[in-house]
């Protein structure tokens, strides 16, 4: 949506020119010091995410296993946001409702925290592929 210059997604006008994307390879890689989220197309970078990542979350190779989209009244409404992507090394990559976080100060237990509009736009345009890989490092 931000490419197009959408900021709304419910504010798409009939006539209006929108980029689509046709990629055949995804990808993460978590950068544990940065604080960084990197999504990879096909072998470049796509998209930059500021993060907060636990100390837990181990560095190495997972691949990306399933997602969720939690209510606004869900009982991890106070931790995971809106979204949430699970890994398969038990990591999770989640929203948050706290958006002054991101970036700053470490997730708690074992995920990868984002500000809620970002895991949204992430969850829009990853597929759901178990193909996926993301790579975690220090």
Known sequence: LKVNGIADKNQIH????L?????KAWSLEISKSRQQLAVIADGQLFALYAVGVAEA?????AYYQSREELSAG?????????RRLLLSNKTAIHGT???NVRGRFPAGDNGVRMSNSDIEELYLYLPMLRATKVKIID
């Open 14 to 17: 009939p006539g209006q020119t």
């Open 57 to 61: 979350v181990p560095a190495g190779e």
């Open 74 to 82: 869900a009982d991890h409404r106070d931790y995971n946001g809106t």
């Open 97 to 99: 409702w706290s958006e």
């Open 19 to 23: 980029t689509a994307y046709n990629v």
